[in-house]
């Protein structure tokens, strides 16, 4: 398998825009996470879902921020609009039970 | 889930074991000790986990004292490649409902091994 997939690895976007993440879990896997890494605040859950269905979004940080997962191999995360303060490298992750596998990441910019 | 402490960093020597202690004083008797660690610019990595009795893989091995309130994650033959944000974690395993995802990160350890 080639693990948990994310696009894409790096954006830089202008204050105001949307910017839509992207994350392909591993196959089989019922469990998918969204998390933000920051120098500041360290690694923060913000979403996961269980068989494509939110279970608990109490970490995303306000309205701007939202999570779809239409199907069982995709998921998005996107930020409308798009401030400086959420730049920030933004990880995608999968399980089934006790391990958790994470993806490289995506490191936005928001300038 | 219980909170952890782990010394803020840590120096190994390439070839020598790499002993990372954490404490868990406040561990429940339902609560797993795992360890994930970061290198830099990845996202964090799975290493091991357990309940009470020590635990060995392929990466590295786990001991947690006969009280549960401490642990030590040894890799016996550290190298270049480990050095990392180790970072250990304690939570209870169910595997459903609301508390499954909250696998909560620390400041964790950074170990650094040099040649």
């Known amino acids: 398998d080639a693990g948990v997939i994310q696009s894409p690895r790096h954006e830089v976007t202008e204050m105001g825009q949307e910017v839509t993440l992207r994350c392909k879990p591993i196959s089989g896997h019922d469990y998918l996470f969204w998390y933000r890494q920051t120098m500041m605040r360290g690694l923060e859950l913000l979403i996961y879902?269980?068989?494509?269905?939110?279970?608990?979004d109490s970490g995303m940080p306000e309205d701007r921020f939202s999570a779809k997962m239409p199907n069982a191999s995709f998921s998005t995360l996107k930020i409308q609009p798009s401030e400086p303060r959420d730049s920030a490298v933004y990880f995608c992750a999968s399980s089934l039970r006790a391990q958790r596998y994470f993806g490289p990441g995506t490191r936005l910019t928001v300038t | 889930d219980a909170k952890t402490t782990q010394p803020p960093s840590m120096d190994c020597a390439e070839g020598r074991a790499a002993n990372l202690p954490c404490n868990h004083s406040t561990i429940s008797g339902n609560e797993y000790v795992y360890w994930y660690r970061q290198i830099h610019s990845q996202g964090p990595q799975y290493i091991i986990h357990g309940l009470k009795n020590n635990e060995t893989n392929e990466m590295a091995s786990l001991i947690i004292t006969e009280d549960r309130k401490s642990s030590t994650l040894i890799l016996p033959h550290a190298t270049l490649r480990d050095t990392a944000v180790y970072y250990c974690?304690?939570?209870?395993?169910?595997?459903?409902?609301?508390?499954?995802?909250?696998?909560?990160f620390g400041q964790g350890t950074i170990l650094t091994v040099h040649p």
């Open positions: 879902f269980n068989n494509n269905v939110p279970i608990d």
């Open positions: 974690i304690v939570r209870v395993a169910n595997w459903s409902g609301n508390s499954y995802g909250k696998l909560t």
